[in-house]
């Protein structure tokens, strides 16, 4: 990559390929993040398509050097391209991003939109469960964490509000994710992602909400965002 930079400094791709080299294989997200944002400017400046995984990567390492502003400001510009689907990965990360900057009702919105994302997925896994079943386990996992994230929002937001609904739901959602975390298959190892219940977040966050006041801690938040754009869909 030096070498093509070094024969043709003004090649947008080059800049963008050697951030996922960093990404991929090294998860150096500071490294990445700065030849992602390279990419970013020669592309404008020769006003070409930005890919959308270059969005989606950049903003990811943004979020992992704790820069949600920045992260937050470049997917908010992907969403506006006329083309746009709603992806998973997008929604969920930019819930994340409104929950870290404070704005805990807009993350409610997202994480709504990723759980009705999923909905009939989830009917089918219910009525026709596989548990070898790579993708399904991977949703599974996912749904498990959003459930637990957005549990942890209503838990906020019954404590800003003294309101005992909100209290009510957050536990709806607190036990959603345990619920779902129970059908994924633990053992089965092409699952990918490995999830112990016994002693984990959600657990811990049930056993809380269920024994002690609310608004006495904060509940846990699941730190999690999808590698890539298309790992859960």
Partial sequence: FDQSKKHDPNNELTYYYHGNMFYDFYSDYEKASELYETAYRKLKDNQKKIPVKLYYHWGNSLYHNKNYEKS????????????????????????????????????????????????????????NPNPTSIRQNKILFFNSIIHNNLGVVYSDLA??????????????????????????????IMALSQLNLKNSIFEKNVRYIDNFNVGKRKTHLYEFTPKYLEEYE
């Fill in 72 to 127: 937050f400001e470049y997917l908010s510009e992907l969403r506006t391209y006329a083309n746009f689907r709603v992806r998973p990965s997008i929604e969920y990360m930019m819930g994340m991003l409104l929950y870290k900057r404070g704005h805990t009702e807009e993350a409610r919105e997202k994480f709504n939109n990723v759980l009705e994302y999923y909905q009939k997925d989830l009917e089918e896994f219910i009525r």
């Fill in 159 to 188: 404590v800003r509000d003294n309101d005992n609904e909100k209290t009510r739901r957050a536990r709806v959602h607190f036990y959603k994710s345990t619920e779902l975390g129970h059908r994924y298959n633990n053992k089965n």
